[in-house]
């Protein structure tokens, strides 16, 4: 009865290759977000979307696509991925429409890229 | 624009002894501000949230958090620390814009407990 689930949990590719990550919620919510972290700890909001619709794109380069198929689901698609790519990524959902309503977090993908 | 800065990178405690981990936020509207969690190699878990209700928040675990308005602060406290408390800590503040809900994340604070 995983809240936000994440896949896959590591990953592991080189330069210029192209990867997924798959987000699944069971909440309910009608909002889902990507994080970043990087090696430093920071957290950073690279996407939003509600009900199926972007609604947030951070300053991130067009080689991330997100793609939302339903409410439930957001994923990460990654093309051309770089070294500055490796950082632990974070889906999170939420209700929108008030500022109170928290935001459930993933487990993280940890991506590495050599 | 909001920020959040949390004052201190790292903080160590000893077991039994109290926890005090600062947060101050600017925040152009009334915000809603969080506290999360996170242990090593794991998600993030909400710990509290302050949603402009009483002042004087609780959390899970025994944590707590008072929001003061005047000072800008939302620093989170615990009367003794365990050892299961060290990990990273996050003050994160909420608020909506035309885009959505916008968390904003602290530096966060590891916080470390020594036996």
């Known amino acids: 009865d995983t809240a936000v689930s994440q896949t896959p949990k590591y990953l592991v590719t080189q330069m210029g290759n192209d990867k997924s990550i798959k987000c699944e919620q069971n909440?309910?919510?009608?909002?889902m977000y990507w994080y970043k972290q990087d090696s430093k700890k920071f957290l950073k909001i690279m996407f939003s979307?509600?009900?199926?619709?972007?609604?947030i794109n951070e300053t991130v380069p067009n080689r991330f696509s997100p793609k939302s198929p339903d409410k439930a689901h957001l994923n990460l698609h990654i093309n051309s991925l770089e070294l500055g790519d490796s950082a632990v990524y974070f889906c999170?959902?939420?209700?929108?429409?008030?500022?109170?309503?928290?935001?459930?977090f993933g487990p993280g993908t940890r991506l590495t890229v050599t | 624009a909001q920020s959040v800065t949390q004052l201190d990178s790292h903080v160590s405690v000893s077991e039994g002894t109290p926890v005090l981990l600062r947060c101050n936020y600017s925040?152009?509207?009334?915000?809603?501000l969080f506290w999360y969690v996170q242990h090593p190699n794991k998600g993030l878990q909400l710990l509290l949230k302050?949603?402009?209700?009483?002042?004087l928040v609780k959390g899970i675990n025994g944590f707590e958090a008072e929001f003061k308005k005047s000072e800008t602060s939302f620093h989170l406290t615990k009367p003794s620390a365990h050892m299961s408390d060290a990990a990273e800590y996050f003050c994160?503040?909420?608020?909506?814009?035309?885009?959505?809900?916008?968390?904003?994340f602290g530096g966060g604070t590891r916080l470390m407990v020594k036996p």
């Open positions: 909440l309910g919510h009608d909002t």
């Open positions: 302050y949603t402009s209700a009483a002042t």
């Open positions: 999170a959902s939420s209700l929108r429409g008030r500022t109170s309503y928290e935001q459930y």
């Open positions: 994160v503040v909420s608020e909506a814009d035309n885009a959505g809900n916008m968390l904003t």
């Open positions: 925040s152009s509207y009334s915000p809603s």
């Open positions: 979307y509600n009900n199926k619709e972007l609604i």
